[in-house]
């Protein structure tokens, strides 16, 4: 399985609600990330996860609140978002310490109405 | 600085031109991998090609083509013959390693268009 597979594809949020993405691969990568990408701009990280340890936070609101259950899995958890958060949010993962094998997911397109 | 330099921000073409995008990257590892990332409209990120630090070959794939040349730091790619699905944003992006897991750097992106 080379595969890192993002669930849902699509998600139409309130502002007041509270939704939760999520991403799993079994590649046995230990590093984990959260990309935010707006349209025609490159991916931005949000999070980094190093053998389930939130390793970077780069400086993100908290209404964004990343968790990394086992080593399999990604969430990223949404609570009271605003319309300029709508993105594509994009999971990656790799092999910890090692600059190969970076393998991205298809995305959420999140859309905050 | 940037790590990952893609000048051109936006290209248009007509069909069956050939075309090529240019990306300059700086580091200092010894080790390191380029990548090749085509999004479409749809929006997915689509993996075209991974190089490491050591294999300077270039390589061809159907219609594309990679030119890694280490002693000016680019990787660019060449469509050939190009097609109107080509039309998407093209990124090149770096990763080195660091005791954390990898760091990863996008370019800002070139956006092609093919115009029929």
């Known amino acids: 399985d080379t595969e890192v597979t993002q669930t849902p594809k699509h998600l139409v949020m309130g502002m007041t609600n509270k939704k939760s993405l999520k991403c799993e691969q079994h590649?046995?990568?230990?590093?984990m990330y959260w990309y935010k990408q707006k349209a025609k701009k490159p991916p931005e990280l949000m999070f980094v996860?190093?053998?389930?340890?939130?390793?970077i936070n780069e400086s993100v609101p908290s209404r964004f609140s990343p968790e990394c259950p086992n080593s399999s899995l990604l969430n990223l958890h949404l609570h009271a978002l605003q319309p300029e958060d709508s993105a594509l949010y994009l999971c990656?993962?790799?092999?910890?310490?090692?600059?190969?094998?970076?393998?991205f997911g298809s995305g959420t397109r999140l859309t905050v109405v | 600085a940037q790590k990952v330099t893609q000048a051109q921000t936006e290209i248009s073409v007509v069909e069956k031109e050939d075309v090529t995008l240019d990306c300059v990257y700086e580091?200092?590892?010894?080790?390191?991998?380029l990548f090749w990332y085509k999004q479409p409209p749809s929006g997915e990120l689509v993996f075209l090609i991974r190089?490491?630090?050591?294999?300077?070959q270039n390589e061809i794939s159907g219609r594309y083509s990679w030119n890694f040349q280490k002693s000016t730091s680019s990787f660019n790619f060449t469509i050939t013959a190009s097609q109107v699905v080509d039309s998407a944003v093209y990124f090149c992006?770096?990763?080195?390693?660091?005791?954390?897991?990898?760091?990863?750097?996008f370019g800002t992106g070139t956006s092609l268009t093919v115009i029929p």
């Open positions: 996860y190093s053998y389930e340890k939130l390793s």
């Open positions: 590649m046995g990568h230990r590093a």
């Open positions: 580091t200092r590892d010894t080790t390191y991998y």
């Open positions: 990656a993962s790799s092999q910890a310490g090692a600059p190969y094998g970076y393998t």
């Open positions: 992006a770096l990763s080195e390693s660091t005791l954390t897991g990898n760091q990863f750097y």
């Open positions: 190089r490491n630090s050591f294999d300077e």
